[in-house]
């Protein structure tokens, strides 16, 4: 599997820890910037990210920035995206399970960093369930039309 990550300038420190992070697991990851805690705007880094995992550069997309409020709002723009903003583990594993969310936000000026951590590895190793999840999923495709 392989993740693609994003953020804005608020995001990137934790983009950095979440990457030292897959390093560690071995897990394959492309980084579609920013590169600098200079300012940018997080709807051009979510619209990078979300078009990459449509596309199928990447399988999964994991966007950051300061709250995860702005750059999942963006990404949710792009056809075909499901992108939830967890804080917790519970959601990040049910936002897989039920809505088989195809990425995460996560707020860099939220979250701590170790809990960003467990929120990742439990979004990354949850599996969707399908059945009537299902259906649901597939009415909000519909809605895209
Ligand atoms: C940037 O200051 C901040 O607005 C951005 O990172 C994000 O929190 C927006 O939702």
Known sequence: MKIGIGSDHGGFELKEYIKDYLEKEG???????????????????????????IAGEVDK?????????GISIACNKVKGIRCALCHDT???????????????????????KDLALEIVSVWLKAKFEGGRHERRVNKITAMEE
């Open 90 to 112: 519970y959601s990040a594993r049910m936002s897989i399970e039920h809505n088989n969310a195809n990425m995460l936000a996560l707020g860099g000026r939220v979250v701590g």
């Open 61 to 69: 997309g994991i966007a950051i920035c300061g709250t995860g409020i």
């Open 27 to 53: 897990i394959e990851y492309l980084d579609y910037g920013t590169y600098s805690e200079e300012s940018v705007d997080y709807p051009d880094y979510g619209k990078k990210l979300a078009e990459a995992v």
